[in-house]
Nanobody, 115 residues
Framework: QVQLVESGGGLVQPGGSLRLSCAAS????????MNWYRQAPGKERELVAR???????NYADSVKGRFTISRDNAKNTVYLQMNSLKPEDTAVYYC?????????WGQGTQVTVSS
């Protein structure tokens, strides 16, 4: 079955960096688009970044120029490099893919940006 397992979250000061990882299994990883979402307290879940099966990427306006999504198909892993972190980046970050007939989500990893 499809499994997505995130790691790499934590507490970081404003201006700092973190790299999130999402290990995938149960499907042909290289053939599928992968997404990172986040959900802050009291807010709706929002799409942060997407990488297609061919490596094309797109980002939410709020993270452009600061975050980079990448994938390693040999390791079945998608990454989110987060630089110049701001307090408003504080959220639970989720890895996501759509594998017929539904969306799959990881358990989430907490990112807290605070001094």
């Amino acid at each position: 079955q499809v499994q997505l397992v995130e790691s790499g979250g934590g507490l970081v000061q404003p201006g700092g960096s973190l790299r999130l990882s999402c290990a995938a299994s149960g499907f042909t990883f290289s053939s599928y688009h992968m997404n990172w979402y986040r959900q802050a307290p009291g807010k709706e879940r929002e799409l942060v970044a997407r990488i297609t099966s061919t490596g094309s990427t797109n980002y939410a306006d709020s993270v452009k120029g600061r975050f980079t999504i990448s994938r390693d198909n040999a390791k079945n892993t998608v990454y989110l490099q987060m630089n110049s972190l701001k307090p408003e980046d504080t959220a639970v970050y989720y890895c996501n893919t759509w594998y017929f007939p539904r969306d799959y989500w990881g358990q989430g990893t907490q990112v807290t940006v605070s001094s």
